[in-house]
């Protein structure tokens, strides 16, 4: 299991305007995921999503707070005892053209880490060769087809099948997709979501997803956890469903509201939430975070800011003073 107990990270911009500013990518996010299970962060792009992906799979520290992996507290070790509990959680990311290099083939890509991983075992040439074929197999390609290509020679689901058999290279318990499916085409998506569904259920991996599509989020772990993120703070955690199906945060009304209706097939949620305002960084940050966005704010809310709780008649644990179930998600016409 890894395990985030108030997870602290802000950036300090640069430049001659803005130098000094200081930009809270993260605001206390505590979290959750189970050997095997899966979680979604969702949120609109800059409210921290990434950042914290970025900070589970070891890419970036973290200013306070506590990541365990295994029951293991990262804080208290040297980076390079840290490095194999990393190594267990490998990034999957959102660009499949810049993630592979121009100049490797699709062989040599695969042997760095399985060169490293053999060294560790004391595996040989042939086994890094026969693994090599078995995660290609695994995401779906034919390794006499793909094996001696270079990036630009495959379409951009080819490429990112290539960076998930990358990532399976060192037998990894999670794997952290960052938007994996935003820069490829639209009938190739479910193809890789399929296939991240897939590896959970075979190998027993864990997926965290990260995504701005509630859709997606919902197909890759219709059981597991699901995270709405607004300017670093968790304001809304509940099991998927429940949080798409009776939403009452208006900031996950707001986003369940903007998801595009089937015209003809069907109806929009009865009470949609539109924000009044766009996303403002510079505003104050006392009270609640959504205030100046928000139709239902009040003076507590600019005054005070509510913290992550589960109140009465409310499954989910949100941040919200007067959490209120609405109407916002499209109905199928042939249930009306």
């Given at each position: 299991?890894i395990?985030?107990?108030?997870?602290?990270k802000?950036?300090?911009?640069?430049?001659?305007?803005?130098?000094?500013?200081?930009?809270?990518?993260?605001?206390?996010?505590?979290?959750?995921?189970?050997?095997?299970?899966?979680a979604?962060?969702?949120?609109?792009?800059?409210?921290?999503?990434?950042?914290?992906?970025?900070?589970?799979?070891?890419?970036?520290?973290?200013?306070?707070?506590?990541?365990?992996?295994?029951?293991?507290?990262?804080?208290?070790?040297?980076?390079?005892?840290?490095?194999?509990?990393?190594?267990?959680?490998?990034?999957?990311?959102?660009?499949?053209?810049?993630?592979?290099?121009p100049?490797?083939?699709?062989?040599?890509?695969?042997?760095?880490?399985?060169?490293?991983?053999?060294?560790?075992?004391?595996?040989?040439?042939?086994?890094?060769?026969?693994?090599?074929?078995?995660?290609l197999?695994?995401?779906?390609?034919?390794?006499?087809t793909?094996?001696?290509?270079?990036?630009h020679?495959?379409?951009?689901?080819?490429?990112?099948?290539?960076?998930?058999?990358?990532?399976?290279?060192?037998?990894?318990?999670m794997?952290?997709?960052?938007?994996?499916?935003?820069?490829?085409?639209?009938?190739?998506r479910?193809?890789?979501?399929?296939?991240?569904?897939?590896?959970?259920?075979?190998?027993g991996?864990?997926?965290?997803?990260?995504?701005?599509?509630?859709?997606?989020?919902?197909?890759?772990?219709?059981?597991?956890?699901?995270?709405?993120?607004y300017?670093?703070?968790?304001?809304?955690?509940?099991?998927?469903?429940t949080?798409?199906?009776?939403?009452?945060?208006?900031?996950?009304?707001?986003?369940?509201?903007?998801?595009?209706?089937?015209?003809?097939?069907?109806?929009?949620?009865?009470?949609?939430?539109?924000?009044?305002?766009?996303?403002?960084?510079?505003?104050?940050?006392t009270?609640?975070?959504?205030?100046?966005?928000?139709?239902f704010?009040?003076?507590?809310?600019?005054?005070?800011?509510?913290?992550?709780?589960?109140?009465?008649?409310?499954?989910?644990?949100?941040?919200?003073?007067?959490?209120?179930?609405?109407s916002?998600?499209?109905?199928?016409?042939?249930?009306?």
């Open positions: 299991m395990t985030g107990n108030g997870i602290t802000t950036f300090r911009q640069r430049g001659s305007v803005l130098a000094g500013r200081e930009v809270h990518a993260l605001r206390g996010v505590d979290f959750a995921i189970a050997k095997g299970g899966s979604s962060f969702i949120g609109e792009s800059g409210c921290g999503k990434t950042t914290l992906g970025r900070i589970i799979a070891g890419l970036e520290t973290y200013d306070a707070g506590e990541i365990s992996i295994g029951g293991t507290p990262m804080s208290g070790l040297k980076p390079k005892q840290r490095q194999p509990h990393f190594r267990k959680i490998q990034m999957i990311h959102q660009d499949p053209y810049s993630a592979l290099n100049t490797r083939t699709v062989h040599q890509t695969l042997q760095a880490p399985l060169a490293l991983r053999a060294k560790q075992t004391g595996r040989s040439r042939q086994w890094m060769d026969e693994r090599a074929a078995e995660v197999s695994l995401v779906g390609l034919d390794p006499d793909v094996l001696s290509r270079y990036p020679q495959l379409s951009g689901g080819m490429r990112q099948r290539v960076v998930i058999a990358r990532a399976l290279t060192v037998d990894p318990e794997l952290v997709a960052d938007e994996a499916v935003s820069m490829i085409d639209v009938s190739l479910l193809g890789i979501l399929a296939l991240l569904k897939d590896l959970r259920e075979r190998l991996v864990s997926v965290l997803f990260i995504t701005h599509d509630v859709a997606t989020a919902r197909y890759i772990g219709g059981d597991s956890e699901l995270y709405v993120i300017r670093g703070q968790v304001v809304e955690r509940g099991p998927v469903d949080v798409i199906a009776d939403p009452v945060h208006p900031y996950t009304q707001s986003l369940l509201s903007a998801i595009p209706v089937l015209h003809g097939l069907e109806l929009p949620g009865e009470q949609p939430v539109v924000p009044l305002a766009s996303l403002d960084e510079s505003q104050p940050d009270g609640c975070l959504f205030t100046r966005r928000c139709p704010h009040t003076d507590r809310c600019a005054g005070e800011r509510p913290l992550l709780r589960v109140t009465e008649d409310v499954p989910q644990e949100h941040a919200c003073f007067y959490p209120e179930r609405r916002v998600v499209a109905r199928p016409m042939s249930e009306v």
